[in-house]
């Protein structure tokens, strides 16, 4: 059946796209553990600072590498830094989480760009790193929310794309 998924969910490609939807949940408290990040002083957060250098510099090479597979990982590994500059369980936990579980999703997001991020994507880590040391609220309110939204709105048109999957399973 035209739209159908081969997996025997019987939802249409468009209504799973739509049920993606509570991702847009997810990264509200996203957003708002990255700008918990950003307030006050922390101890070591000149250390965290230096990890999350480390781990963005590995994710650029990944993605001018055009390797998937190190970019997923070193994403994570960004992101899991970033959450635990913010020294607290519960934002660490759910950012492990979100980070666990979307991987699968996160190979299909690099997938629709042909596995060529674009620049703009290893720039907005670079500016997340200067809000945090930056430390301005306002900024890394506005740049955690742009940059997960971004990632849903795109995992979201490839499962709207005339009602079938746009890429090569």
Not at 28 to 52: E, I, K, N
Not at 122 to 145: F, G
């Amino acid at each position: 059946f035209p739209g159908r998924a081969p997996s025997g969910d019987q939802r249409t490609v468009g209504q799973r796209a739509h049920a993606l939807d509570p991702l847009h949940q997810d990264c509200r408290p996203v957003a708002q553990a990255f700008a918990h990040v950003v307030r006050g002083d922390r101890p070591g957060h000149r250390q965290l600072l230096l990890a999350q250098g480390a781990h963005q510099a590995e994710f650029a090479k990944a993605v001018e590498e055009q390797d998937a597979l190190a970019m997923i990982a070193t994403n994570a590994a960004l992101h899991s830094a970033i959450a635990e500059a913010g020294r607290n369980p519960y934002f660490t936990s759910l950012f492990g989480r979100l980070l666990n579980e979307g991987r699968r999703l996160l190979r299909l997001y690099y997938q629709s760009y042909d596995d060529r991020l674009p620049q703009r994507f290893v720039d907005e880590h670079e500016d997340m790193i200067a809000v945090i040391a930056a430390r301005d609220i306002e900024a890394a309110d506005r740049l955690a929310k742009a940059h997960a939204e971004q990632i849903v709105d795109q995992i979201q048109k490839l499962f709207k794309r005339g009602g079938h999957l746009n890429v090569a399973l």
